[in-house]
């Protein structure tokens, strides 16, 4: 039987498709205009990569901002159930989850079967999600996926005063016009990013084990500064993207439900 | 007496020359990086335009973040104070000042000599800061100074949900892959900055006459939707309110002499 | 004495207050190997104020104090007997009468909160991740994660006047429950006038019925009056410091806030006796020498504080003069009416409603008492008594009680005494929220427009 998970984000959407209990493909691709798009896309890049078609599918979980506008999906259900077990499936001993979003940040707690026990949630500030580090990469003149390499070479990160991206972007500017380091900077930032996401972390409290699912996972500055910050070690997904990570747990809904 | 007052905010440097109680002449300059450049090149200005040189200058009074970046002889000046001394010169019956900033807003209650009774400062969050206008502006290729006039033209605003300013201009941008009119898009955004602005203010408490200063004073649907959240009528200084400050500074600095 | 976990955090702090008399010089035996890891807790710039010489004598009287309390403490707790705990708005005497070991709940999360680097903190994300949201009261949730912790003795029961603040009310029956200890909740009235003090009189003596019943001992008249004579010793001295601090300069330091709180606490106890006569006996004598506590060449700012004292950073206070003259004149926290008085030791009744009216002028449960007016008027009063030149208000950000009617405070000192007020948030138990960094920053610009 054939499962498959569709997440649709703000920046991006990704699609997971299972045979039984393995993965037999994924997508990940950055949005389009509007949520059905983005996931017939992603869906379809996952299909085609698998040489199935939609018709192979015996049942869909949609999730994400975008989840209920999804057409060919059986049923939709809330990202932050879909994180809790995604991660939970890849690493069974984990029962904190800390999904970095494109516009949001959470933190997830759960029991030993990778249910949902509480969650707390950001998303009306930027800091402390993905669009914070790519504002701070565009201050800084380099790619998003170099923001992390730069940021381990430093020794003497610089000290981010701000809480709001905004006051944080034109901290940065002065810097760089004081000639300060790049690499200095770049981990300063890591460090105030992990600061933001202490305040939702601490709200429902750190049970190991922890990791780390979004986009920013992959950050390694970021995920070093967390682990100082929360004072825990974090695992990674050695095989799977934690980009999909909530894709996945769709996916394992859609079994589940089918 | 010649004194020069400096305001180097986030957005602007705002110079100034008054000269025995009148003021003289006076600069603003957008700060787009190398604010040490842009504050030596603001202050040749002012002393180019008023005929005046900088030998002749007997006091210089200064605030803001950038103070550090003024190459002479300056007093470091405390902004509420500037702004409250600096609204009592420009208009002598405001008792409630609102500084629209760049990055930072003030609100402060004065008494009939200028004296700060109490204040209140949003500088942890840029929603309805200049800063949020300027982002908007560059998102939909417009100008800073016509977002006012173009709000008033709109015929629906468009109603903006989020607080923070980045994901305001996030959604914005929806607005527009949604083709919503800019105009009215816009109008959704000053007004949106108008709203959080009176939060600030009513916490704090209204009184009769209530001014506004800053760059933001000058976008007049933002000053429309103050004065419609908080009821009651928000005057522009005739002269930039952008200069505010630093009259107020020029005065701190004048004051310190006479003691 | 150092048996199970229960005592640690009574361990710690008479390691910190022995290391406190050490450096003070009042102490020539060598620290227990054990120290080390404690001396790395406390705050670095707390050792810097304490041996500043203005505050060198009030700072060993603390020490002694808090020592000789805690060996009190460890010997009730080896003759096993019962834990009262009470909440930071009366004082001990009629429990300690009772031979009940009384402990206030909130001292739990202070103590620690004023002496190391991290403060309570660890107890405050304990009782956090049990789900207990960030916006209830600082001062009941350190010591709530220090008993869920096991660091402090397990309560046998627990009293609180049930004055109208709904996040210490719950927390108190979140103990009980958690704990199986009963609580005692005595009502408290609406008003404060003849009548309401009258019920309140009678909620007193329910609550000793019901403390005698725990206890397995009847209140004995002579024991309370030792007691009462005792903490009538206390009052006594702050009363008259209270006094003091009306004079220009004010010749009482600012840090010593939050600790009058602390010790009035104690009443009952001769270690309360002890700490309040140091402070009136500096204080006074800078009065009659004509000495001041802030530096020479610094125009003195004579603050009132509506609320309050933040128990994190004691050396805040000490900087506050240092740097910008600014005393700290009277706090919510701290300030006792001077009609409260002292109490009646003719008789039992006598005492027992004299203990009444001094807990029902408590600071802080007096002003939550009536309408705002209680409070307003008080701060009317103490801006003009104690000639203030501001009002500070420092809002704690779990009083909602504060923060309902912080700008008719506020209006009302611009209007009648006509000066100016500055309105902030912070936590008085938590540094994280408004750091010490930023609360300078604050006083900086504030002192500034001035």
Known sequence: ?258 | MIGMGCDVGTSATKIIIMKDGTMAGYDITPIKDRPDQVVEKSINKVLSKTGISLSDIECCGATGWGTKFLSFDHTEENLIKCLSKGVHWAVPTARTVIDIGGLSSTAINVNEKGKSMEYRINDKCASGSGRFLEMVAGALELKVEDMGSLSLSAKERVHITSQCAVFGESEVIAHVNAGREVADIVAGVTYSVGLGLSTLIKRLGVQKDCVTTGGVAKNVAVVKALEENIGVEVKVPHLDPQIIGAIGAALCAQERLKV | MKEGKERELLNRWKTTVESGKFVLGARTQALPDESIEILGMIQPDLTDTILQPKNRRVALAQCDSLSEYIDFVNKKLDERKKVAYYYFCMSPEIMLALDLLPICYELLGGISAGNYIHGCEDGIDRIESEGYPDHLCATQKGPSGYLLMGLAPKPDVLVKPAWGCDPSNRMYEWASVTFDAPLITFEVPYYFNERAFRFFVGEVKRMIEQLEKISGNSLDEEKLREYVKIGNQAMEYLLKIQELRKEVPCPDPAWHRPTDSAFSLLMGRPEAVSYFKTVYEDAKKRVEKGESIIPEGKKEIRCAWGYAWQGFSLPFFNWLEEEHGATYLECVLTYFPPFTGLVDTTSIDTMIEGLAWRWFCWPMSRQSASFSDVWVNDFVRICEDFKADCLILGGHKACKHFWALNKLLSDAVKEEVGIPTLRFEQDIFDARFTPVSELKRIMNTFFATL
């Open chain 1, 1 to 258: 039987m054939i499962f498959a998970g569709c997440d649709v984000g703000s920046l991006t959407a990704k699609a997971v498709i299972m045979e039984e209990d393995s993965i037999v493909s994924s997508s990940l691709i950055r949005v389009r205009p509007r949520p059905e798009q983005s996931a017939k896309e992603a869906m379809d890049i996952a299909l085609s990569k698998a040489e199935l078609s939609l018709e192979d599918i015996n049942y869909c979980v949609s999730t994400g901002y975008g989840r209920e506008m999804i057409p060919f999906a059986n049923s939709n259900i809330s990202e932050l159930s879909c994180h809790g077990r995604g991660a939970h499936w890849v690493i069974p001993s984990i029962r904190t989850v800390i999904d970095i979003g494109g516009q949001d940040c959470k933190a997830i707690r759960v029991d030993e079967r990778g249910n949902m026990l509480n969650f707390a949630m950001n998303d009306k500030c930027s800091a402390g999600t993905g669009r914070f580090l790519e504002i701070m990469a565009k201050t800084l003149g380099v790619d998003l996926d170099k923001l992390g390499p730069l940021a381990v070479t430093s020794k003497t990160p610089v000290d981010v005063i701000n809480v709001c991206s905004v006051f944080i972007q034109f901290e940065v500017m002065c810097m760089i016009s004081e000639g300060k380091n790049r690499s200095d900077m770049a981990a300063g930032i890591a460090r105030a990013m992990a600061d933001r996401l202490n305040t939702i972390v601490k709200k429902v409290g750190v049970e190991e084990d922890v990791a780390v699912t979004g986009g920013v996972a992959k950050n390694v500055a970021v995920v070093n500064n967390l682990k100082e910050v929360l004072g825990v070690e974090i695992l990674e997904f050695k095989e799977i993207d934690p980009q999909i990570i909530g894709a996945l747990g769709a996916a394992l809904f859609a079994k589940e439900r089918s």
